[in-house]
């Protein structure tokens, strides 16, 4: 009987315990699963990117810059997909091209609508680039309508997939 309390005092101890270490809001972070942290920007012709006021929508958010190939063809396709086929879904990017007007000249080269476009000219030295620990070929993201990481590194198929 003795053990038998003490088991029991024991099971009641440990759901207690793990039921207070669970909170309802997400951790901030970068990895699916996070609350991706708020960027504020602002973009061409006096158009701000605060990634706070998309919440309610999805959004695919990707970082790149004009020369860096890989990423550049990403930002395209992904800007076609996305406005042929899933145009409920928000296209965001970023590119850290430190001229202002080569980021313009690409993005109008490349047919995108630069009202979807934001340059932080920093570059690399972009507290942006920084925290999300860009690198060559730079990342992307889709982000859920509570602003909850869903998943990083889409390629079209795997936007397919998710959508």
Not at 39 to 48: A, F, T
Not at 64 to 90: C, G
């Amino acid at each position: 009987m003795k053990y038998v309390n003490f088991c029991l005092v024991a099971i009641i101890s440990l759901l207690l315990m793990s039921s207070s270490i669970k909170t309802e809001k997400t951790s901030t972070g970068y990895y699916p699963g996070e609350q991706i942290p708020n960027i504020v920007l602002n973009g061409w012709e006096g158009h701000r990117l605060d990634l706070s006021e998309y919440r309610g929508k999805k959004v695919v958010l990707n970082f790149w810059a004009a020369y860096d190939a890989q990423s550049r063809a990403n930002n395209v396709q992904l800007y076609n997909y996305l406005k042929e086929t899933e145009p409920d879904v928000t296209f965001l990017s970023i590119s850290f091209d430190e001229n202002k007007n080569v980021f313009e000249r690409t993005a109008l080269l490349d047919k995108i609508d630069l009202n979807s476009q934001f340059c932080d000219e920093t570059g690399a030295n972009s507290e942006i680039y920084k925290e999300f620990q860009l690198r060559k070929g730079f990342k992307n993201y889709l982000i859920d309508e509570n602003g909850v990481i869903l998943a990083i590194d889409l390629s079209i198929e795997k936007l397919k997939n998710l959508i």
